[in-house]
Every structure is written in C-alpha cells, then in structure tokens.
C-alpha cells in the first residue's frame, strides 16, 4: 500500500496542504501520515525553567491539531495517523519517511511572510529529500 507523507503545522494555513494530501490518498488508495516537526531550537534564548514547559505545550498543541486533520481524512474514507517529531523540518521528514516507507511527500506552500521561502522549498529542501527518501514530494 502507497503511503503518503503530509507535512503540516496543523494551523489555519496548512488546512489546504491537509485537504490536499487526503484527495491524492483517495486517489491512490493510499494511507496517509500527518507529520509536525516540533523545532524547538528557538527555546535556547529563553530561561531553562520555562523550556520544558513551552515545549510540552507546542507538542500538546501539535497533537490536537494533527488528531483534527487525522479525522478529517478519517471521515474523508482515508486511513490515516500523525507523528509529532523533535527536529529540524527536513531531518524529520527523511527520519518520518523512512520509517512509514513514504511513497508520496506533501508539503504545503509557504505564506509570503513566512521564514521558509519558496525558493529554499523548490530548489534545496525538495531535492534534497527525494534524493534521501526516494519518495515523490509534491509541494501545493
């Protein structure tokens, strides 16, 4: 069975990646795995004692969002689950990938104020994870 791999932040903004990903596992008769990658690098300019507790909360936060999409595919007739990952996006989508044997990776595209550009998403981090997962990856 084809399984296809949707990166998301659960969010507002990836619900249209999410719908996506679960039309193309409707398609292919595919299952699909919902992946957030919790980057929490940024926590290292805070104090230690507050750390763990933003952390527990994004990962809290993360697993209610993805358990939404989940059921959305789920009513949507999709098998489908969610991972949430520590690390950097493109080190837990291989990890992610190998893992579930992803056939299909789905990203969205990002915002125009958004950190990650589209540019770095078409020409470095596509690439870069075909060529590690050899999976397909298809950026919506």
Known sequence: MQVILCATRGGEASIRTQERAIALAKERGARLVFVFALDVAFLDKFVAPHVHAVDDEIEHMAE???????????????EASYVVKEGALADVLVKVAREV??????????????VTTLEYLQHELLPYLEKKTGAEVLLV
């Open 64 to 78: 209610f969002l993805l358990a939404l999409a989940r059921d959305r595919a789920e009513k949507a007739g999709v």
């Open 101 to 114: 044997g992803a056939t299909l990776i789905v990203l969205g595209r990002p915002r125009e104020s958004h």
